[in-house]
């Protein structure tokens, strides 16, 4: 496996005992619809919580979450409104970010509650 798959497994894997720590539920790891794939979907509460996560080693192409662009977010739209109709689920909803970089031995976390908005 190549090295970055590895780190962001890695990071997947923080995030999610980071997440739970904090006391949210776990739903789904890794959910795909079509092309995109949300990293992990959640329950804070009663709000259903579509996470994305980046992960780096370094800070020096800037912070892990601004790697989250429109693109992006809008696939993350897309594949959550697919979710959400498919599980039929409607009460709230977020979208999160956890931005993590790992040097050495060191792990700096991020958690960035509603980090972008759904346009219509």
Sequence with gaps: MAEHNELGQRGEKIAQSFLVDKGYRI????????????????????TLVFVEVKTRQSHIFGEPENAVNHKKQKN????A????????????????I??????KNATEINHIKDAFYPTL
Excluded: C, T
């Excluded at 993350?76 to 594949?79: E, G, K, M, N, T």
């Excluded at 956890?98 to 040097?103: A, E, F, G, L, R």
């Design 76 to 79: 993350l739209i897309h594949a």
């Design 98 to 103: 956890i931005s993590i970089v790992i040097i």
């Design 27 to 46: 739903l789904h790891v890794n959910w795909r619809n079509r092309k995109a794939e949300i990293d992990i979907i959640a329950m804070d509460g009663e």
């Design 81 to 96: 409104n697919a979710y959400v109709l498919k599980y039929r689920y409607a009460n709230d909803a977020r979208f999160d």
